[in-house]
């Protein structure tokens, strides 16, 4: 593999939704400014394994996690750990695009503002800058006070991407974010990611294998709570080492 | 390319300790312990109230055959003084007198203000669950049968037209329910039935089925709406016809709910003061005749509260009415709670 | 042939059933109304008593029902918002404390109203009350006897159940979706029920306030002795004042006034007065709570 810097290292990480194991020793290392896919058939554990980089399973009663998350060297589950000061650091995108029911301005300025940001020059210059990078600027900037969910599904999601980056996160955690998205939308999205890799560190969740070969530098292949295969996209895609994964994406299951 | 995009990380081992939500926390759950807090407090001062008229009683009853018995009513004075210790056990052994002794309460006479006041709770007992059961007894069949109709054969204008109508019929101040049967609903009884009072029992039953209606009819529907749709649509699918379903199908797997709605119905009407303190003619008489005036527990505390001087025995004994009212109603609700848990174990273990 | 008796009995006996309900409700109001209607003048509304209160206005009872709500919505709504923020975002639902304070708001849903009253008297008006002229007044008499606060308080404590019924209603009407959006900016707990939790369930907590205020407005017997008034020359000034009050003026209109046929007129304007204010507030929640429901679904 390339010369790179592994961002996040996850080791021996069990998951389990009450007695349920989820995640299942999962040790896999995720390299910086690249674009990691996690792709594998319905129900497998990527979202699960995607949320525990950012600890949202937190959220959820009954959840217990054993092993290391490590960010930036930093075991993410050890105690004393700032969860929200981890949030900040580490944005994530739905698959169902989630606004809030404000106008556009203030959907962006969400973050900055819970972070005390109050000058408005500042605020005004986040908000342009985000939606810039969301590459949604062009299409809304004169119309800023119009409420986020009067956006298309496509524009919502970017406006989605626009708000987590305004907290300047170093790395997007993506789960499926173009599941709900046409063609076109889906291209922007696509797009969109390919630059924002260049300042990012980003973890994509998909089930669509064009996309995972299309935007993707490494592929991670789950199946039922396992780390099958994990590599290069283009080795997974061209020569898979294991035949579960060649399985999937030839779809022949799943 | 990091400083333009301003990323000054804190350090994620130090966490920070953010007094806001630590403080937010803490005091968001301290008011939320408010509503436990104060249910304690009811039941703390309103037995505490009531609790003088059994801690004295060996006394009183030895004051009564000592023959010492003779007080007036009312020490206006010493209740508007601070009370010292002293005083206090002065205002037990004087205002107190014999009256509260258990034969006295347990009596069939309620005479709190004569001479030798009389403390029987008896017909006051006896005129609640008068009340109480005539309501329910008008009210339980009308509100089913209501809420089998909007569950299983209501064309949708009907339901449109009951529902708002129940809700209406729930938003009546008690107060206005009592007023309408003291000045309409007793004459109209009286003149339909030609009873010799005007205000008795039966107006006050009925006039608080108005008031029982409501709950009955909507915990009884919640009821039968429950009742899971393959029951009914397997009735149906054998032949069964709507009614054959609605009655020995839906209605008997909605019994526990329909129940508790009986339970909080009785309640609510054994509660009710309003009502009965307007349309009862509030006589204290020891009968089961129905349409004789009676004189209800609560209307008692309603009536006889605002006359009475703190602190005195007849003020006790009405503390003792409502905590026996707070027991009678908390069990009656606290039954109706498993029979409404039974039912949605049951739904959930259905499933 | 007995069988198809019974069908058609049942049936038609719960249509009746559902149409005496309906009737009984019509009846009611039309009763009320039409004997209400022409003494309910704008004098009526906005004058005094007089005339030992055979002839004159309802105004000071208006206002003191006005009072009574406000300052027990005051009281009632923030503690009754806080404790369904609590239970629907803080307590875990396993939680001992949870369950303990869910008992206690369905206990205190059940206590008969008049059962407040007393608990007003004893606490707030005989212990707490008393306790502070005790310290603070010496011998006078001013917080040891029924007023407006304790009624309002009192009032308060029966309304909590309401209000904290609605807003937890509301607050599970807030998509999950919202709640992990905020947090996984960063945002804590606290910014997230304040920004996102709370706005977005201002219906619910309108609907709770004017549910209890409807309530409160309508019920009479906490109040009888925590603070109401028969008469009184001035409109309450102090929160240690008595208060005149609406239903309070029906009940004694009715039954205690020296010539209860000549105010007949009074008593039934009275009581449609009471009965429009309550029917209004009842019609505003229920429209709210409608709109609330159909985003819900949405
Ligand atoms: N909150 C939860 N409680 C209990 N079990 C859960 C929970 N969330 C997920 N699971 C279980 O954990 C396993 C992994 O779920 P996860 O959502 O991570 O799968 P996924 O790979 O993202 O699937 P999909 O492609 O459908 O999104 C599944 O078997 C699921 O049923
Ligand atoms: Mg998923």
Redo the contacts between chains.
């Keep these: 593999m390339e010369n790179k810097n592994t961002k996040i290292i996850t080791k021996q990480l069990n998951l389990f939704y009450g007695s349920k194991q989820a995640l299942k020793n999962i040790s896999l290392g995720i390299f910086e400014h690249k674009v990691t896919a996690l792709i594998g058939p319905s129900g497998c554990g990527k979202s699960t394994f995607l949320r525990s980089l950012n600890r949202m399973n937190d959220l959820i009663e009954n959840t217990r996690t054993e092993g290391t998350v490590e960010i930036d060297n930093v075991n993410i589950y050890q105690n004393g750990i700032d969860v929200v000061e981890l949030r900040k650091k580490v944005g994530m995108i739905f698959q169902k695009s989630n606004p809030f029911p404000k106008s556009i301005y203030e959907n962006v300025a969400y973050g900055p503002r819970i972070n005390g940001v109050k000058d408005k020059d500042i605020l005004e210059e986040t908000v342009e800058r985000s939606l810039k990078q969301s590459a949604l600027w062009d299409e809304v900037k004169d119309d800023l006070k119009k409420s986020g969910l009067a956006l298309s599904g496509g524009q919502q999601q970017r406006l989605c991407i626009a708000r987590a980056l305004a907290v300047n996160p170093e790395i997007l955690l993506m789960d499926e974010p173009a599941s709900a998205l046409d063609p076109i939308a889906t291209a922007k999205i696509e797009e969109l990611i390919y630059e924002l890799k260049e300042n990012y560190t980003i973890v994509i969740v998909t089930h669509n294998m064009q996309q995972a070969a299309r935007v993707s530098d490494y592929t991670a292949f789950f199946y039922i709570g396992e780390l099958i295969e994990y590599d290069l996209t283009k080795t997974i895609f061209t020569m898979p080492k294991k035949k579960q994964t060649e399985d999937y994406i030839t779809g022949r299951f799943g | 390319m990091k400083n333009q995009l301003g990323r000054n990380r804190k350090n994620l081992l130090h966490k920070k300790f953010r007094w806001s939500e630590f403080l937010a926390e803490k005091l968001i759950t301290l008011t939320a312990f408010i509503s436990f807090v104060f249910i304690v407090l009811i039941f703390i001062f309103v037995f505490r109230e009531a609790a003088p008229i059994f801690s004295s009683e060996e006394k009183k009853v030895s004051l009564i055959q000592a023959g010492e018995v003779q007080e007036t009513y009312g020490d206006v004075e010493e209740n508007n003084s601070p009370i010292t210790s002293n005083q206090t056990s002065a205002l037990e052994t004087s205002g107190s007198e014999g009256d509260a002794s258990l034969s006295n309460l347990t009596g069939t006479e309620w005479q709190p203000v004569s001479e030798v006041p009389k403390y029987g709770l008896l017909p006051l007992i006896l005129g609640s669950l008068k009340v109480t059961l005539i309501a329910i007894f008008l009210a339980a069949p009308i509100a089913i049968l209501a809420a089998l109709f909007t569950a299983m054969f209501a064309p949708r204008w009907a339901k449109e037209l009951l529902k708002p109508a129940i809700e209406i019929l729930a938003g009546f101040p008690s107060v206005v329910i009592g007023f309408f049967a003291l000045i309409v609903l007793a004459t109209f009884v009286q003149n339909l039935f030609g009873f010799e009072y005007r205000l008795n029992a039966f107006v006050g039953g009925l006039a608080m089925s108005l008031a029982v209606i409501p709950i009955v009819f909507t915990i009884s529907e919640d009821a039968l709406t429950a009742v899971p749709k393959h029951l009914s649509e397997a009735s149906l699918a054998l032949g069964a016809t709507k009614w054959q379903t609605a009655l020995f199908v839906v209605l008997p797997a909605a019994t526990p709910g329909i129940f508790a709605a009986i339970l909080l119905g009785i309640g609510r009407a054994f509660g009710e003061t309003m009502i009965v303190l307007m349309a009862t003619g509030n006589a204290a008489i020891f009968s089961t005749q129905i349409v004789e005036p009676v004189r209800t527990m609560s209307a008692t505390i309603g009536a006889e509260m605002a006359e009475v001087v703190f602190g005195e025995t007849h003020y006790n004994v009405l503390f003792l009415i409502g905590a026996l009212l707070f027991l009678f109603t908390f069990t009656l609700n606290a039954i109706a709670e498993i029979f409404i848990r039974q039912r949605l174990m049951k739904k959930f273990s259905g499933n | 042939m007995k ?1 198809k008796f ?3 009995s ?2 038609t ?6 149409l ?3 009737l ?2 019509v009846v ?2 039309g ?2 109304m039409l ?1 209400g209607w022409s003494t309910l003048t704008w004098e009526f509304l906005t004058g005094a008593p007089k005339e030992g209160m055979t002839s004159g206005g309802i105004f000071p009872a208006i206002f003191g029902t006005f009072l009574l709500v406000i300052i027990m919505s005051i009281i009632g709504v923030p ?1 009754g918002t ?2 369904a ?3 629907s975002e ?4 396993k939680s001992f ?1 949870a369950r ?2 869910r ?6 849903a ?10 007003g ?3 707030f008006i ?2 707490v009350g008393s306790g502070i002229d ?1 310290t603070f007044y ?2 006078q ?1 001013k917080w040891g006897q029924p007023n407006i606060l304790w009624a309002s308080v009192t009032m308060a ?1 029966l309304t ?2 309401v209000v ?1 019924v609605s807003v937890e209603e509301a607050i599970k009407t807030v ?1 999950r ?15 997230t029920i304040w ?2 939790v709370l706005p ?1 369930s201002i219906t619910g907590i309108l609907t709770g306030g004017i549910l209890a205020v ?1 309530r409160g ?5 906490p109040i ?2 925590t603070g109401a008034a028969y008469f009184l020359p001035h409109l309450p000034t102090e929160l240690s004042d008595q208060f005149m009050e609406l ?2 003026h ?2 004694i209109m ?2 205690q006034s020296p010539d209860v046929e000549a105010t ?1 007129g009074i ?2 304007a009275t ?1 449609l007065v ?2 429009l204010l ?2 209004g507030l ?1 019609f505003s929640a ?1 429209f709210l709570r409608y709109k609330l429901r159909s985003r819900a679904i949405r």
């Excluded at chain 3, 006996?13 to 559902?18: E, P, Q």
């Excluded at chain 3, 059940?110 to 608990?119: N, S």
């Excluded at chain 3, 979706?177 to 910014?191: C, D, H, N, P, V």
């Design positions: 069988n019974l069908g058609s049942i049936t006996l719960s249509a009746l059933s559902a005496i309900i309906v009984a409700v009611v109001m009763e009320i004997g503690v806080i404790t923020i609590y239970l803080y307590a875990s639902q404390l303990m304070i008992f206690a708001v369905n206990t205190l059940g206590v008969p109203a008049i059962v407040f009253g007393l608990f008297l004893g606490f005989q212990f005790k010496g011998t008499l404590l909590l159940p904290i998509p979706e919202l709640r992990e959006a905020s947090l996984a900016l960063g945002a804590t707990k606290l910014q920004k996102v977005n409807s407005a309508g019920e009479v017997a009888l002795f239903g309070y029906i009940y009715s039954t007949r008593q039934y009581t009471l009965l309550t029917f009842n229920i």
